[in-house]
Every structure is written in C-alpha cells, then in structure tokens.
C-alpha cells in the first residue's frame, strides 16, 4: 500500500535518514550531534546544588552553568570523580558527582580561579 505521506527511514545505499531534513544521517546539517563546542572563557562561573529528587532517594552534586564544550566537561567530571572517590556523570552541560561532595568540590573549582556560588 502506498501513502503519499511515507518517506523512507533506512536505505541500503544512504543508511539512516534524519527525519528532520530527510538528509543521510552522516550528511544531515540540522542534526544537534554536529553542534560546535563552545570555546572555554578565561573566567568561568560553576554553580553548584544537590539533587534528590527523581533519583530514588540518592543523593547528587550537581555543577551547573558551565560551557559547553564536551571535552572540557568530560575532563572536568573526570577530575572531580577521582578527587571525591566516588561516580559521575556528563549530562545536558551538567556535571553530576555521587552524594553530597559540596565541601570537596568547592575548593577544587575556587583554587582553579573559578567563581563558584551555591
């Protein structure tokens, strides 16, 4: 059955096609995952808070506001991780380390020169 509303979504000779543009995946120029990193500034400004909820109860220290450069969070996850002993993650330009870690956190950022508030 034919539909004049069906577009292809796979094709053997493309691969997967954007459905936003209907470009290949590889091709597509809409497509966030080819989103620029943002350069890091000279003075950066972290901001920091703990999560609970929709966490089943855990608790989590979230650092927030920074840029948005996937190496630079990655690096910086990776660092507060081994600092506090404890897991992370990278998500939506947010660093998220495991538990309440405010106390290690904040004097790690302020002796990099950062401002930190929260």
Same mark, same amino acid.
């Given at each position: ?17 954007? #459905?936003?543009?209907?470009? #290949? ?15 890091? =500034? ?24 920074? =840029? ?10 990776? *660092? ?15 660093? *998220? ?9 904040? #004097? ?11």
């Amino acid at each position: 059955m034919s539909r004049d509303n069906s577009r292809p979504v796979y094709s053997t000779a493309a691969g997967r096609i954007c #459905p936003t543009c209907g470009w #290949p995946d590889r091709d597509c120029k809409c497509s966030s995952q080819f989103a620029r990193d943002v350069a890091v =500034p000279a003075k950066v400004v972290a901001k920091l808070r703990l999560e609970k909820k929709g966490r089943g109860g855990k608790t989590v220290t979230v650092v927030y506001d920074l =840029p948005q450069n996937q190496a630079f969070l990655k690096d910086l996850a990776g *660092e507060l991780k081994r600092l506090c002993g404890v897991g992370g993650a990278v998500a939506d330009n947010t660093v *998220e380390i495991q538990g309440d870690q405010m106390a290690r956190i904040r #004097p790690l950022l302020a002796a990099k020169g950062w401002t930190v508030k929260g």
